[in-house]
C-alpha cells in the first residue's frame, strides 16, 4: 500500500528536532549580529581599498627657499601644478626650511640655486619614505622640464631598520588591538555592560594596568630590542600607555552603552576608519581628502604622528594628537562611568517598582 503525505501528516521527531534546533540557534539577534558582522567585512574593503589603492600627492605642504626676486614667481608656479600636489609657501633660508620641516610645519623644501644648474631639495623619510619619494619624484620632472638637476638631502631620515618608516605605524596598530581586545575580553568575561559603576571603575583600572604593561613592552621591542626605531623609550613607553587605555576607554564606554555591539562598533573606529586614515602606509597628503580629514581625530592617526615625532622630530608638534589621544581616553572613562550608574539606577527602578505594587 503506497502511503502519501500532506499538511496534516505528522513529522518526525527528526524534523521537528531539527526545525527547533535552527530556531534555536538562528535567532533574531543571531541574525542582527551576523548582518552586522558582513557590514562591517565590507565596510573594512571599502575602507582600506579606498584609502589606498591610488595614493596621491595634494597640498603638501612645501616650502621654496630662493632670492626674493624669483621667490614669489616660483610660489606661484608651483601652487598652480595640475591636481594642485603642493601646498608652497617662501621660506627665507636654508636654515629656516629645515627648521620647519624638524618641526613638521612643511614635509619638504625646494632650495632653488640662482648661480648654478643644480637645487636642492630637502625632506624627510622619517615622516613617511614614501612622502619624501613621491616629493622626489615630482621635482625631479618638473627641475629636468627647465633642464635643471636636483639633489636630496634627508633633514630627518628613517632609520636603516625602519623599512619605508612603517615601524611606527605597526607599533600604534599594536597598541591600538591590546586596548580593544583587553576590553572585549572584559566585556566576554563578565558582561558587556558593567552591572554597577564600581565594577566599570574596576575595569578601567584594569585596562590602565594592561596599558602600562604594553606600553613598555613595544617600547622595548621597538627600541632595544629589534632596533626598529629612535628616539627615547621612556617617550615610546608614556605614548603606548596612553594610546592603549584611550582606546581600551573607548571600547569600554561603546560597551556600557550598546552592550556587545559595542565591540563592533569599536572595531569600525579603530580597525576600519582608523587604521587606513593613520598615516601609516601612506601620510596624510596623499590619502583621499576623507581619510584625511579623519585621521587626526583617530586614536591610530594620533599615535602614529606622535610615535613618529619621538623617533625623528626630536618629540616636536606632538601637542594636537596627545590632546587627541587623551580625549578619547577621558571621554571613554566619563561614559562608562556614566553608562554604569545609569544602568544601576534603571536596575533599582526596577526593582522597586513591584514592591511598591505589592505594598
Not at 640662482?114 to 622626489?136: I, K, Q, W
Amino acid at each position: 500500500m503506497t502511503q502519501t503525505t500532506g499538511p496534516d501528516t505528522p513529522r518526525s521527531p527528526s524534523e521537528g528536532s531539527a526545525l527547533s534546533e535552527l530556531k534555536d540557534a538562528v535567532t533574531p539577534r543571531a541574525t542582527l549580529l551576523v548582518i552586522g558582522v558582513i557590514a562591517l567585512q565590507l565596510l573594512f574593503i571599502a575602507s582600506y581599498v579606498g584609502a589606498l589603492h591610488h595614493p596621491k600627492a595634494q597640498d603638501i605642504p612645501f616650502g621654496v627657499v630662493a632670492p626674493q626676486a624669483v621667490s614669489g614667481q616660483a610660489v606661484e608656479s608651483l601652487g598652480k601644478l595640475p591636481g594642485s600636489p603642493l601646498d608652497p609657501r617662501a621660506v627665507a633660508s636654508e636654515a629656516a626650511a629645515r627648521e620647519q620641516i624638524e618641526n613638521r610645519d612643511i614635509d619638504g623644501a625646494l632650495v632653488i640655486n640662482p648661480a648654478g644648474p643644480t637645487d636642492t631639495l630637502l625632506v624627510a623619510s622619517g615622516g613617511g619614505r614614501v612622502l619624501a619619494t613621491a616629493l622626489e619624484n615630482l621635482t625631479t620632472v618638473l627641475e629636468a622640464s627647465q633642464r635643471r638637476t636636483v639633489r636630496t638631502v634627508d633633514v630627518a631620515a628613517a632609520s636603516a631598520t625602519d623599512f619605508n618608516g612603517l615601524s611606527s605605524f605597526y607599533l600604534v596598530v599594536g597598541w591600538c588591538v591590546g586596548g580593544y581586545l583587553c576590553a572585549s575580553i572584559l566585556a566576554i568575561s563578565a558582561g558587556a555592560r558593567p552591572a554597577n559603576p564600581r565594577r566599570a571603575a574596576i575595569r578601567l583600572v584594569t585596562m590602565a594596568g594592561v596599558a602600562i604593561i604594553g606600553g613598555l613592552g613595544g617600547a622595548l621591542i621597538v627600541g632595544p630590542i629589534l632596533n626598529a626605531l629612535p628616539g627615547s623609550v621612556a617617550a615610546l613607553w608614556g605614548l603606548g600607555a596612553l594610546i592603549t587605555f584611550a582606546v581600551g576607554a573607548a571600547t569600554l564606554a561603546l560597551q556600557g552603552l550598546f552592550g556587545v555591539v559595542g565591540i563592533g562598533l569599536a572595531i569600525l573606529l579603530i580597525v576600519i576608519a582608523g587604521n587606513p586614515s593613520a598615516g601609516g602606509a601612506f601620510p596624510w597628503p596623499l590619502l583621499p581628502p576623507f581619510w584625511r580629514a579623519i585621521g587626526p581625530a583617530l586614536p591610530p592617526g594620533a599615535g602614529t604622528w606622535a610615535a613618529r615625532s619621538i623617533a625623528y622630530f626630536h618629540g616636536n608638534a606632538m601637542t594636537s594628537a596627545l590632546l587627541t589621544l587623551g580625549a578619547w581616553a577621558l571621554g571613554g572613562i566619563i561614559v562608562t562611568l556614566a553608562a554604569a550608574t545609569l544602568r544601576r539606577n534603571r536596575t533599582a527602578a526596577r526593582t522597586a517598582a513591584p514592591a511598591e505594587a505589592t505594598g
